[in-house]
């Protein structure tokens, strides 16, 4: 008896699958008769110029969306990582009480914080005897072009207060409004403006949050406009008689609700019923 591997018979399956389908393939009655009626036509944001042309552009679409969107789309896990990393500084505390009971800075989860953060702690932070500059100079790091011409970073930041709150640290850092490095004269304004109004920080967040989400959203948008134009000429370059694609994506979340002569017959392929 012959066995068989498990990849096998997943080909095996597939290929049974495959040579039942007629998903793009148009009996001469069909051709001349009109697709269903559609209720969210996606891909006719774009305007249909024919196979040939389809078929051109097919192939710019497809480099700037995995392409350049594929560098774009790693964005989104960076943004996630670094939120979760912020999730895990939840109640750690440094080699100082931290005073749970004065004011805080009324930052939290609507900033991306999991708790709020006191003024003693941030107070702790800008007041720290080092200057910036003596902060990049004691805690240099390696194989970082900007931290070498004296920009400063978190690491280094989070370095010189170690003895401070973890979130305090970050809340304070992240209040620079940026993303890895940031100027040291920059930083040494605004801890110096911190110092005679920590409450500033709140607002610097509130801006960042509000420009990360703007950037993202813009992002993602692009992304899927440029998804939504390449699966579009491949579907007129190749398949314009594909029924579906005229009520895609409507007909994957309901696929009965198609008008009369087509039915379902096979994983929500359009067949007209003659």
């Known amino acids: 008896m012959v066995s068989l591997s498990s990849i096998e018979v997943v080909l095996l399956v597939c290929s049974i699958l495959v040579s039942g389908a ?16 559609c209720k969210s036509r996606l891909f006719l944001w774009f305007p249909d110029e024919g196979m040939e042309v389809a ?10 969306a995995a392409g350049s969107g594929g560098a774009a789309r790693t964005t989104f896990p960076n943004i996630y990582r670094e939120y979760m990393e912020l999730q895990e500084l939840k109640g750690s505390n440094g080699s100082s009480n931290n005073n749970k009971d004065g004011p805080t800075l009324g930052i939290g ?7 709020d953060v006191s003024v003693a702690d941030v107070e702790q932070i800008v007041n720290n005897p080092l200057t910036v500059e003596e902060i990049t100079q004691q805690f240099p790091v390696e194989n970082n ?25 970050r809340a304070v850092f992240d209040s620079f409004r940026k993303p890895k490095c940031v100027e040291p004269h920059v930083a040494q304004q605004l801890l110096n403006e911190y110092k005679q109004d920590p409450t500033q920080i709140r607002q ?16 993602l948008f692009l992304l899927g406009l440029a ?3 390449t699966a ?6 190749w398949f314009p008689d594909w029924p ?15 008008s009369p002569p087509f039915q379902i017959t096979f994983c929500g392929i359009f067949h007209r019923v003659d």
């Not at 078929?55 to 700037?64: A, D």
């Open 22 to 37: 007629s998903a793009f393939v148009v009996s001469p009655n069909q051709q001349q008769q009109q697709p269903p009626t």
């Open 232 to 237: 579009s000429d491949f579907y007129r370059g």
């Open 145 to 169: 072009f900007l931290a070498a011409k004296g920009y400063l970073t978190y690491s280094a930041f989070s370095l010189a207060n170690a003895d401070a709150n973890p979130l305090a640290v």
């Open 244 to 258: 579906g694609g005229t009520d895609f994506p409507r007909m994957c979340s309901h696929p009965k609700e198609v």
């Open 55 to 64: 078929r051109k552009t097919f192939g710019w679409w497809l480099m700037g």
């Open 204 to 219: 610097n967040l509130i801006i960042k949050q509000a420009t990360l989400v703007m950037a993202a959203s813009s992002l």
């Open 109 to 115: 989860q609507g900033l991306g914080f999991p708790e």
């Open 227 to 229: 998804d939504l134009a």
